[in-house]
């Protein structure tokens, strides 16, 4: 009698527990969902200006740190120059708007 009780208990143990792919399902879903969240391309700015490029640049940086930064690079117009001078020890580049993918950078000097 006491075996049976035993199994029984086992038995609704092992019942009451989600698998592991259900477990990994829920959170592929979860994850999936999150995603989509932070994906709003209806918000999307094109990076055209100046100002535009020297604003994307700051955002590599620390955000404590980004008052200070010197920000240099290749203006709209192709020159390579100094958008910002720095006060601190970080240097961004701005965004390549000749590669279609964005890439902005902040080092140490």
Do not use: Q, W
Request: proline share 3%; charged share 25%.
């Amino acid at each position: 009698m006491k075996n049976i009780g035993i199994i029984i208990g086992l038995a609704g143990f092992l019942i009451a527990c989600e698998s592991p792919t259900e477990n990994l399902d829920k959170t592929a879903e979860h994850l999936e969902s999150a995603v989509e969240e932070m994906v709003v391309e209806d918000n999307f700015v094109p990076i055209n200006t100046d100002e535009a490029l020297l604003a994307t640049a700051l955002m590599a940086a620390p955000e404590e740190s980004r008052e200070g930064c010197k920000v240099i690079g290749f203006n709209t117009e192709g020159e390579f120059v100094t958008f910002k001078e720095g006060t601190n020890e970080f240097i961004c580049l701005v965004d390549d708007l000749n590669n279609e993918r964005f890439s902005a950078a902040c080092y140490h000097k």
